[in-house]
């Protein structure tokens, strides 16, 4: 039988095995997805296990998307522009590593009918996913894109990598059309951000990565009238439904009945 595992710490609320387990028996798919709680040491082993078909692919997340990239053999385009790796199997002999972040942000975006370009977006958060999100959103050809973190020189590496990006303190906003969370607050119930996100107005795009239920005040002031609010959910979704497809050359369906099933309590 096939395995699979997301490779991250912490781990225990991905619901990525979830997800991926519903897909393999809906496709008919003899394979199992799990998870594991890894921590840097364990990267080299994971890869020579793919190598030598003990393992069949892996999804990396959090803190590893970049810590991966050393045991692999190969990446592709998109993770090799990134600089991040979120989905890794064996191609052609060789372990190579992937970015379907990429695919993920963009399409949320094309879902929702948002034309990013000629845009001020503000990016909240230098973690593993920001530079999947700079590099699709340079793609759809928005205007300009700040940058803010807590700790300033992790957005100044982030310069570095990607040209036009103009990196702001923490805490203070430009005007802009749409904000990005892409931190990890708003996981925790009482985590504050201690920022005024109405400065800059009404009719702003606020997309917070996080899709488990969350109510900061970066939710309530997205979900202020005039603005839009859009979770992480449908990324989650449309870069799991890439990862599948690479793995078992099939596109697996998104719809209502894996989204509630996603919801429910049902393992
Ligand atoms: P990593 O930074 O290891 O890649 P991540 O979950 O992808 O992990 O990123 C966490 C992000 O949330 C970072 O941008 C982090 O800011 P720092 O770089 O300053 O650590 C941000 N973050 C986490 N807790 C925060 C807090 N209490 N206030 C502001 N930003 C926070």
């Not at 940058?147 to 303190?169: C, P």
């Not at 990324?235 to 697996?252: C, D, G, R, T, Y």
């Amino acid at each position: 039988m096939k395995k699979y595992l997301v490779v991250g710490n912490p781990i225990e609320h991905s619901l990525s095995p979830k997800l991926q387990n519903y897909w393999l028996n809906s496709n008919n798919i003899e394979a199992i997805y799990g998870k594991l709680q890894a921590y840097d040491d364990d990267l080299r082993e994971l890869c020579s296990n793919i190598k030598n078909g003990q393992l069949d692919g892996i999804n990396i997340t959090v803190p590893f998307k970049k810590k991966i990239i050393p045991h692999l053999d190969v990446l592709s385009g998109n993770a090799l522009r990134t600089q991040s790796v979120n989905t890794v199997c064996l191609s052609n002999g060789n372990v190579t590593g992937y970015n379907t972040d990429i695919d993920g942000f963009e399409l949320s975006i094309k879902k929702l009918d948002y034309d990013v370009s000629n845009k001020r977006v503000v990016i909240l958060g230098a973690g593993g996913v920001v530079p999947s999100i700079i590099y699709a959103l340079n793609k759809m050809n928005v205007q300009q894109i700040y940058l803010s973190n807590r700790t300033k020189e992790k957005a100044q590496i982030l310069k570095n990598l990607f040209e036009g990006i103009e990196v702001i303190d923490w805490g203070v906003l430009p005007e802009f059309d749409m904000i990005i969370n892409a931190t990890s607050l708003g996981l925790r119930e009482n985590d504050k951000f201690g920022i005024d996100f109405s400065i800059s107005g009404n009719n702003k795009l606020f997309f917070d990565v996080i899709y488990n239920p969350f109510n900061t005040d970066f939710s309530e002031a997205g979900n202020k009238s005039q603005n839009i609010l859009e979770n992480g959910l449908n990324m989650f979704l449309f870069q799991a439904q890439k990862a599948f497809s690479i793995w078992h050359n099939v596109e697996p369906e998104i719809n209502q009945d894996v989204i509630k099933f996603l919801k429910s309590n049902n393992q």
